[in-house]
């Protein structure tokens, strides 16, 4: 597998016979083989997470499907107005919480769970090619200092609750907020999932620049778990596993 960091939340992964691009909206897009099967996720229209230049994708793959967060609006005129084939909708599968959806082309089969979102959107548990991937999207233990206190109780059964409903479940690769705007609470959302589940190697997402956050986190309340998390520092970045 080749993991590559696009930017904040957007990271791609090569297979074998497919590529997998979850939450891109900014970054170099590498140059994929043409012949291999693409698959697009995008977890929630937040701009952060969802770039509409992606549907312009299908332009240049044949061999692609779109999944998306059921809040991503495509209408006609919306895609007409940003000059892109209304046909594209055909390649599009919306989902809300708790739904699956799968998708075959040629030796490319992908399978997609969604977990609910703390925030707007889905998670997305993907597996393929024998693999297992999880990408948050703005799921995470959203515990906001200064909030009043029954809004982040709330808020931390609702990430509990998600986390939970895949506990034990092993990843072989999982992309897992980590948000230095939450200060210290910003770990609990990672923490309390790899206490859930086996996943041996976590990237942290959603850092908005401040990659120098995830050594100080792996440094206090994530040192338990520091030789599981990639440490991601740049755009461009990559990994061959």
Not at 8 to 22: N, Q
Not at 43 to 70: C, K, M, T, V
Request: with cysteine; charged share 25%.
């Amino acid at each position: 597998m080749k993991v590559t960091f696009l930017g904040h939340s957007g990271f791609s992964v090569e297979l074998e016979h497919i590529i997998l691009l979850f939450d891109y909206y900014t970054g170099k897009l590498p140059q994929w083989p043409k012949d291999k099967a693409l698959a697009v996720f995008a977890s929630h229209s937040h701009p952060d997470h969802f770039n509409w230049r992606i549907l312009r994708l299908a332009q240049e793959y044949e061999r692609i499907h779109f999944f998306f967060g059921n809040d991503i609006r495509l209408s006609a005129k919306w895609l007409t107005e940003k000059n892109i084939d209304v046909s594209v909708k055909e390649k599009v599968t919306k989902l809300s919480g708790g739904r699956d959806a799968f998708w075959e082309n040629g030796p490319a089969l992908v399978k997609v769970h969604t977990l609910k979102s703390t925030d707007m959107g889905v998670a997305f548990v993907v597996e393929s090619e024998g693999k297992q991937i999880y990408h948050a999207g703005d799921l995470n233990w959203w515990h906001w200092i200064g909030e009043p206190k029954e809004d982040n109780d709330s808020m931390g059964r609702a990430y509990r609750a998600e986390i939970d409903s895949i506990a034990g479940s092993h990843f072989d690769l999982s992309f897992v907020p980590l948000d230095p705007r939450l200060e210290e609470c910003g770990s609990w959302g990672m923490k309390y999932f790899l206490e859930k589940t086996d996943s041996p190697l976590v990237f942290p997402m959603h850092m908005w620049g401040k990659y120098e956050m995830t050594a100080k986190y792996k440094e206090t309340d994530l040192k338990e778990f520091a030789d599981r998390i990639a440490d991601v520092s740049q755009g461009g970045q990559e990994w061959n596993i």
